[in-house]
């Protein structure tokens, strides 16, 4: 293990952690009540997800987004993966990885050669059926807490929507003023938990890369949008902003392609996951001569291991069964700024700057910001 890998924190501060706080908060006495992360009591609360703000960029880049550097809160983590429909999905199930089952941006269906994209998803593929468990959002609601979940429209009936954030009424809400005056409505009511999702600084990342101009324009814009919506609150209602992942920028020299690299095919039967946490799913007996060609090929490059070596180290919490062949026989986590790219099976992935999935600090720490 690199010692600049930071392990998440689940039952403490992650994600799912964040939901069960707030159910707490809200006097809910519900058994998701039992998070590590203590929150002031309140009638309401409004959980802002910025996607793709760690803790770390916000610290860099301060100057850019002063009303959030003002704000009192700490460090809390992301899941393994440090990827946007991994960690969504632990905010409204308030459920680890290794329960929840989204394991990654792409992820092998089960006792087929086929990937399910955990963002795209696949119709042949039941939401409910590959994430049963109920929603942290289903007990809160259970519990008599109006729960809403602010959004783009395109997200109302996705399967990631469907398989994490059940049990809250969707409103959807493309631009800021809009989400503004949804939230506005959702907190009147009470005890009640409004959910508000931005995935602007994220994409601006993945296109631009982080401390762009660009990038720097919308964390700006961010800012604002986060102290309008919070001067547009009852003083009673408390304001939470969180992230889903940070990001780094990966640069050509730092990145090695499997398609130039033949040995790293053998023995591979389905290349998973993304740039900066693959998953390697292995033809029968491979898995072994798997993990040891890899990290030869990568050497100090990522860390590669097992399904198993993985699990035992707590990557992705409390690992079910079911959950568990989701997984690639051999995982492999990026350092620094590497990656490890297809340009046969992903070549989108080639044309992004920014990246994120590993367990570097700027990718795993996440704001927990209290207003």
Same mark, same amino acid.
């Given at each position: 293990?690199?010692?600049?890998?930071?392990?998440?924190?689940?039952?403490?501060?992650?994600?799912?952690? !964040?939901?069960?706080?707030?159910?707490?908060?809200?006097?809910?006495?519900?058994?998701?009540?039992?998070?590590?992360?203590?929150?002031?009591?309140?009638?309401?609360?409004?959980?802002?997800?910025?996607?793709?703000?760690?803790?770390?960029?916000?610290?860099?880049?301060?100057?850019?987004?002063?009303?959030?550097?003002?704000?009192?809160?700490?460090?809390? *983590?992301?899941?393994?993966?440090?990827?946007?429909?991994?960690?969504?999905?632990?905010?409204?199930?308030?459920?680890?990885?290794?329960?929840?089952?989204? !394991?990654?941006?792409?992820?092998?269906?089960?006792?087929? #050669?086929?990937?399910? $994209?955990?963002?795209?998803?696949?119709?042949?593929?039941?939401?409910?059926?590959?994430?049963?468990?109920?929603?942290?959002?289903?007990?809160?609601?259970?519990?008599?807490?109006? %729960?809403?979940?602010? $959004?783009?429209?395109?997200?109302?009936?996705?399967?990631?929507? =469907?398989?994490?954030?059940? +049990?809250?009424?969707?409103?959807?809400?493309?631009?800021?003023? /809009?989400?503004?005056?949804?939230?506005?409505?959702?907190?009147?009511?009470?005890?009640?938990?409004?959910? %508000?999702?931005? @995935?602007?600084?994220?994409?601006? @990342?993945?296109?631009?890369? !982080?401390?762009?101009?660009?990038?720097?324009?919308?964390?700006?814009?961010?800012?604002?949008?986060?102290?309008? &919506?919070?001067?547009?609150?009852?003083?009673?209602?408390? &304001?939470?902003?969180?992230?889903?992942?940070?990001?780094?920028?990966?640069?050509?020299?730092?990145?090695?392609?499997? #398609?130039?690299?033949?040995?790293?095919?053998?023995?591979?039967?389905?290349?998973?996951?993304?740039?900066?946490?693959?998953?390697?799913?292995? =033809?029968? +007996?491979?898995?072994?001569?798997?993990?040891?060609?890899?990290?030869? %090929?990568?050497?100090?490059?990522?860390?590669?291991? *097992?399904?198993?070596?993985?699990?035992?180290? @707590?990557?992705? +919490?409390?690992?079910?069964?079911?959950? =568990?062949?989701?997984?690639? #026989?051999?995982? %492999?986590?990026?350092? #620094?700024?590497?990656? !490890?790219?297809?340009?046969?099976?992903?070549?989108? /992935?080639? =044309?992004?700057?920014?990246?994120?999935?590993?367990?570097?600090?700027?990718? &795993?720490?996440?704001?927990?910001?209290?207003?």
């Amino acid at each position: 293990m690199t010692a600049s890998f930071v392990e998440p924190a689940y039952g403490d501060r992650s994600l799912g952690d !964040v939901v069960p706080a707030v159910a707490r908060a809200l006097g809910s006495d519900h058994p998701t009540s039992g998070s590590g992360l203590v929150l002031p009591e309140a009638p309401a609360y409004v959980v802002f997800l910025v996607d793709g703000l760690g803790h770390e960029l916000l610290a860099r880049y301060a100057h850019a987004a002063p009303y959030l550097s003002s704000l009192a809160g700490s460090a809390g *983590t992301s899941g393994v993966p440090s990827t946007t429909a991994t960690s969504l999905t632990s905010l409204g199930t308030g459920l680890d990885p290794g329960q929840h089952g989204l !394991v990654g941006f792409t992820a092998r269906i089960p006792g087929t #050669d086929q990937l399910l $994209n955990h963002l795209w998803w696949d119709k042949d593929v039941d939401p409910r059926e590959w994430q049963p468990h109920p929603t942290a959002f289903d007990a809160l609601a259970a519990a008599g807490v109006h %729960v809403t979940a602010v $959004n783009k429209r395109e997200f109302a009936d996705s399967g990631l929507t =469907r398989a994490g954030h059940r +049990g809250a009424a969707f409103v959807g809400a493309d631009k800021v003023g /809009e989400r503004i005056a949804a939230v506005e409505r959702a907190v009147a009511q009470r005890p009640s938990l409004t959910y %508000v999702y931005d @995935g602007d600084l994220d994409w601006t @990342g993945h296109r631009y890369g !982080v401390a762009s101009a660009a990038w720097l324009q919308q964390l700006a814009m961010i800012d604002a949008e986060a102290e309008q &919506m919070r001067e547009s609150l009852p003083a009673a209602v408390r &304001m939470l902003v969180v992230a889903d992942h940070g990001m780094v920028d990966s640069p050509p020299e730092s990145r090695i392609d499997v #398609d130039d690299e033949p040995d790293l095919r053998h023995g591979v039967s389905l290349l998973g996951g993304e740039a900066r946490f693959r998953h390697l799913y292995c =033809r029968l +007996g491979a898995i072994d001569d798997v993990a040891a060609t890899w990290r030869q %090929v990568l050497g100090d490059r990522a860390t590669v291991l *097992t399904r198993d070596q993985a699990a035992e180290r @707590g990557w992705f +919490g409390s690992l079910a069964p079911a959950v =568990r062949p989701r997984i690639g #026989d051999v995982v %492999v986590a990026c350092h #620094d700024d590497h990656a !490890v790219l297809s340009t046969r099976d992903f070549p989108y /992935e080639g =044309r992004l700057i920014g990246l994120h999935g590993s367990l570097t600090a700027d990718e &795993m720490r996440i704001p927990i910001l209290l207003d």
